[in-house]
């Protein structure tokens, strides 16, 4: 658990990081009293969450998918009305190329052969009753889906894609932390009812698997996180780009944060930057946690095919890419003429960013499909620390370092300052609210509380 210090009200409550935790761990210490004052090394706010424009292209790093009711829109006044209504077409290219409903559906089992279809429900019904967890994805998945289905809707190969080793050396964590969605398919009753469905209608599920959301702003998702930097620099928060820490230090009650650019004291420190980064400034030495990189490659093309939606998984064996998001779907424009859209990889530590080879993977790959024609590489970006790698018998590992950070104390929240998978910006916030609620007392003002 982590201590709760006792602000000394004559220094500020430093944030680390003015992504979507660090904003909302500060709206909700302003709101409590404090002054505050936000460090971050990018120079602008929003993390991992970025936008590029190339051209006539505006590209992003990062979802930009955001539900009518995400909390992000609390963060400032008329951030919703920013943000066009679009609908979330989520495809997902299956194991024989052809494209379907992301992730998954029934009907997938029904689009085997009868000797095929009898052999995964016999799998399936096995592996539940039979088939014991132990502690890795891939005996988790097979428990819950069957070995068949697992293989066939492509599932396994976009795990093992993800993480670039087996899924029998991740954690089963992974499947409750990262795959919510199939989590909540595969219980019992969920899967029979689907199923049901699925052999009473000929009809796919696809067709009717569109969902209205908001979509960060057509001109970027600068403008969305501006407005929330304006919005609390007028009510007094602080803010410091391009401040890199490079070591923490508490001494007595106030806090020591020493950046590339100064040293700043703080009666609190609420970090929201990766959890390796906090360990190394405070003890330096890394944190043995490994985490996911992102590569992240910016296309257009003179064709995409008709049936891919605006958000394209890979499913199938081959091609090292997970995720494509088309914004000349979301953003249509008739004036640009191309197809464009970003393209995901995530790397291992040791592998390192090479966007022209993975533009040419990618290349290879999407018309060996025929998914695409006349390719061209607009740009790319990397992103260090993406997602956390959940090894099989990290937790162990991981909740050992977040209480060496949390008995030296430092507060951590966040996806990064968690090391967890909170995909949505909405989870985020409600994880941020709850880590810091009765964490820090509000500030004393003429010797009783404010």
């Known amino acids: 658990m982590t201590e709760s210090p006792q602000p000394n009200t004559a220094f500020p409550i430093i944030v680390l990081g003015a992504g979507v935790a660090g904003l909302a761990a500060a709206a909700q210490l302003l709101q409590a009293g404090h002054k505050v004052i936000v460090l971050e090394q990018r120079d602008h706010a929003g993390g991992t969450h970025r936008s590029r424009q190339i051209g006539p292209f505006t590209f992003d790093v990062g979802s930009i998918f955001y539900e009518e009711s995400a909390l992000i829109f609390d963060l400032a006044p008329s951030l919703r009305d920013l943000c066009p209504e679009v609908l979330s077409i989520q495809r997902r290219i299956a194991p024989d190329g052809s494209i ?160 590339n650019r100064a040293t700043h004291l703080a009666s609190a420190v609420v970090s929201t930057i990766p959890l390796d980064t906090v360990h190394q400034a405070l003890f330096s030495k890394p944190s043995g946690l490994e985490s996911l990189n992102m590569s992240t490659i910016f296309v257009s093309a003179g064709w995409l095919h008709p049936e891919t939606g605006n958000v394209l998984f890979n499913f199938h064996a081959e091609g090292d890419w997970k995720r494509a998001t088309i914004y000349s779907r979301i953003y249509p424009d008739p004036t640009i003429t191309r197809a464009y859209f970003s393209v995901e990889t995530t790397l291992s530590p040791e592998m390192p960013h090479d966007p022209a080879l993975a533009f040419a993977n990618f290349r290879a790959h999407a018309e060996q499909l025929g998914l695409v024609r006349d390719l061209r590489l607009e740009g790319h970006e990397w992103v260090e620390s993406c997602y956390p790698l959940y090894a099989m018998g990290s937790r162990e590992r991981i909740d050992a370092v977040m209480d060496k950070i949390s008995r030296a104390g430092i507060i951590t929240t966040g996806r990064q300052g968690r090391f967890e998978y909170l995909p949505t910006s909405t989870g985020v916030i409600a994880q941020v609210s709850s880590d810091l609620a009765g964490t820090i007392a509000a500030p004393e003002v003429s010797g009783r509380a404010a």
């Open 100 to 259: 379907l409903l992301y992730p998954i559906e029934p009907r997938d089992l029904l689009r085997q052969n009868a000797r095929g279809l009898v052999l995964s429900l016999l799998d399936l019904l096995f592996s539940r009753m039979r088939l014991q967890r132990d502690g890795s994805l891939d005996t988790l998945c097979r428990k819950r889906l069957g070995g068949r289905f697992f293989a066939v809707t492509g599932l396994q190969h976009y795990v093992t894609r993800f993480h670039h080793v087996s899924p029998q050396r991740i954690d089963e964590e992974f499947f409750f932390r990262r795959m919510a969605i199939i989590e909540r398919f595969t219980r019992t009753r969920n899967l029979a009812r689907s199923a049901l469905r699925a052999l009473l209608s000929r009809k796919s599920e696809a067709a009717g698997r569109q969902w209205p959301m908001r979509v960060r702003p057509r001109q970027g998702f600068n403008v969305l996180f501006a407005r929330i930097v304006e919005h609390f620099s007028a009510r007094g928060v602080v803010f410091s780009f391009g401040e890199s820490v490079l070591s923490l230090e508490r001494e007595g009650t106030f806090f020591k944060v020493r950046t």
